[in-house]
């Protein structure tokens, strides 16, 4: 099936550092999904957003839908080892996900 | 309140063969989809059952196929396997309620290998 565009496709950063990763996809979403899957887990989902131009904060997850509607951005601030996984953003219904971004926290 | 299960947790199979997944929805939920996300992968979406029918597919053959029982639990079939189909099944529970979206919650998945 279609995949949407996730970056970056890794990230190692240091504990207490922000982190940004987007989506983009090359029809209109009228929803976007974030996820993060744990090892041995199934996704969770962290923010989901219904409207262009939305901006939803879930304690130090915020998430944005792009005007165009078209693409979507999470940022995670002041990060946590515990903030390490595999972030997915998802399309509509969660028919399609993202390739996810990894995220390595360093204490 | 248990959340959605799966069973089994992992499992070995051999080309050629079937194998037959299983999943318990979340208390309450009447909606099941089944997802094959492969190693580095996102999650694909397999089909989505609501009232023991298929009611959306998504880009997989004929080999993999479902049901869903009237306790609205589900299986997931894959008959004639292929290396290819060795991935993390995920099962994911959510209910129609006539919403636009409907969080799904999602099981810890089944590991299959194909040999």
């Known amino acids: 099936g279609q995949q949407l565009n996730q970056s970056p496709q890794s990230m190692f950063i240091q504990e207490g550092e922000d982190v940004s990763m987007n989506c983009t996809s090359s029809?209109?979403?009228?929803?976007w999904l974030w996820y993060k899957q744990d090892p041995g887990e199934g996704p969770v989902l962290l923010i989901a957003?219904?409207?262009?131009?939305e901006l939803t904060s879930n304690g130090r997850l915020t998430a944005q839908f792009g005007i165009t509607r078209k693409d979507s951005f999470l940022n995670i601030s002041a990060s946590i080892p515990s903030d390490v996984g595999i972030y997915f953003c998802a399309g509509p219904n969660d028919m399609r996900f993202g390739a996810g971004t990894r995220l390595t926290v360093k204490p | 309140d248990a959340g959605v299960t799966q069973s089994p947790t992992h499992l070995i199979k051999t080309r050629g063969q079937q194998v037959t997944l299983r999943c318990s929805p979340k208390s309450g939920h009447d909606t099941v989809s089944w997802y094959q996300q492969a190693l580095g992968q996102g999650p694909q979406f397999i089909f989505q059952?609501?009232?023991?029918?298929?009611?959306q597919r998504g880009n997989f053959p004929d080999r993999f196929s479902g049901h869903q029982f009237p306790n609205y639990s589900s299986e997931l079939n894959v008959n004639a396997l292929l290396l290819g189909d060795s991935a993390l099944y995920l099962c994911a529970s959510s209910s129609l309620a006539g919403l636009s979206y409907n969080e799904q919650f999602f099981g810890p998945g089944t590991r299959l290998t194909v040999l």
């Open positions: 059952y609501y009232e023991e029918e298929e009611r």
């Open positions: 029809s209109i979403f009228n929803t």
């Open positions: 957003l219904y409207k262009a131009g």
